[in-house]
């Protein structure tokens, strides 16, 4: 019992309990009616004995009486079960049509597969409740259709990009075997092959930390960062790059502007802004970068003075593979996924980043929450 009570049917259930409710509410209506009745009919009798003191006719009141409440007991004794099976009826085909849109949700649910999740259910009220459902599951597929597409798109960009140094690498190979060479030009075609190969680690390790940071698998050890601190050890890091190109790497930091986060993950993401400053910004020109902190917000803010990123690529620059100038970008021996680790980098941290609107050049923007600002006096 209990168990088919468990896997009926919700129009089923709702007839069930209607029906016994209903039941329960007539035997108790039918049941005080009789007794109100049979009351009334004694009383009655009463009276007349009274008014007639000689109880001396053909059939005597009592019988009459005892009678006429039995045909009424008979009456509702009879037709309450008939009235509770017409209640029933009518109560299943209420529910069937009150439920009726549910199986019809349904049944358009199951249509959309992965390979059709760009439809939608048809939503005949807006208002109602099943019209909140179908918005609801709407929504459930508008952002599994877009979980999907980025999947997608992740998946080819990611083997374009390891097919490629692959496809140099067996380039190389093949053209070294294709006559004898000297032992001086086999080492450097060895070496091509091997920055290739470097090149491809580094894009495996990228693919494997943005992998593990979807997975929410890093385990972040957070401790108390002083951004201007950070700033500086990463400056002092990259500035034989910046010197290569005979830039200035500026460091300009406010005392004391604190953060709790994982040093080695921010770190990487101030390393990859600092490092496309770099090679995105032109030789001899000067890299900002400032640390300030307002009572509740910590920024740093990475500035060059390089073509900037024009406003249509703005909404798109933090996109895995997303690059400009895709010739350019990967010359530099960028793979595109740069400021998409920062990105994460800086979100894992409970922080946001952003590209500043500027007229010249780019600037990046990381906010965090500060940590225990100094007093002011
Ligand atoms: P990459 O590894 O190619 O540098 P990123 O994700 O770091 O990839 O950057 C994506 C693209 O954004 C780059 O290819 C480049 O076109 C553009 N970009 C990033 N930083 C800057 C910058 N400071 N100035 C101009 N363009 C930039």
Known sequence: MIR?????????????????????????????????VRHEFHEQLEEETHTEPDHVVAASPEDRVEQQLGEILVVLVLGLPVIVVLAGVGGYVLARRALA????????????TAERLHERLSVSNAHDEIGTLAAVINDAFARLES???QLRRFTADASHELRTPLSVIRG??????????????????????????????????????LS???AGTVRLSRD???????????????????????????????????????????????????DNAIKYSPEASTITIHV???????????????????????????????????????????????LAIAKWAVEANGGQIALE????????????????APNRT
């Open 172 to 209: 190389i190979g093949e053209l070294s075997l294709r006559e004898t060479r000297t032992p001086a030009e086999y080492k450097e075609a060895m070496g091509s092959m091997l920055e290739e190969v470097d090149r491809l680690t580094r894009l495996i390790d990228t693919l494997l930390q």
């Open 224 to 274: 108390v960062v002083d951004l201007g601190d950070l700033a500086r050890d990463v400056a002092s890091s990259l500035s034989v790059l910046a010197e290569e190109r005979r830039q200035r790497l500026d460091v300009a930091s406010a005392a004391n502007v604190r953060v709790l986060a994982d040093r080695l993950v921010l770190r990487d993401a101030v390393t990859n802004l600092v």
């Open 357 to 372: 609107p500027t007229s010249k050049g780019s600037v990046f923007r990381i906010s965090l929450p500060r940590l225990g």
């Open 4 to 36: 088919w009570w468990s896997t009926a049917s919700i129009r089923v259930r709702l007839t069930a309990w209607y029906t016994a409710v209903l039941a329960l509410m007539l035997v108790v209506y039918a049941a005080v009616t009789f007794l109100a």
């Open 101 to 112: 849109p549910i199986d019809h949700l349904a049944a358009e649910s199951r249509r959309i």
């Open 212 to 214: 593990r940071g979807d």
């Open 292 to 338: 300030d902190g307002g009572p509740e917000q910590a920024t740093m803010t990475v500035a060059d003075e390089g073509s900037g990123i024009p406003p249509e690529h703005r909404d798109r620059i933090f996109d895995r593979f997303y690059r400009i100038d895709e010739g350019r970008a990967r010359e530099m021996g960028g793979t595109g996924l740069g």
């Open 147 to 149: 979980s999907f597409d």
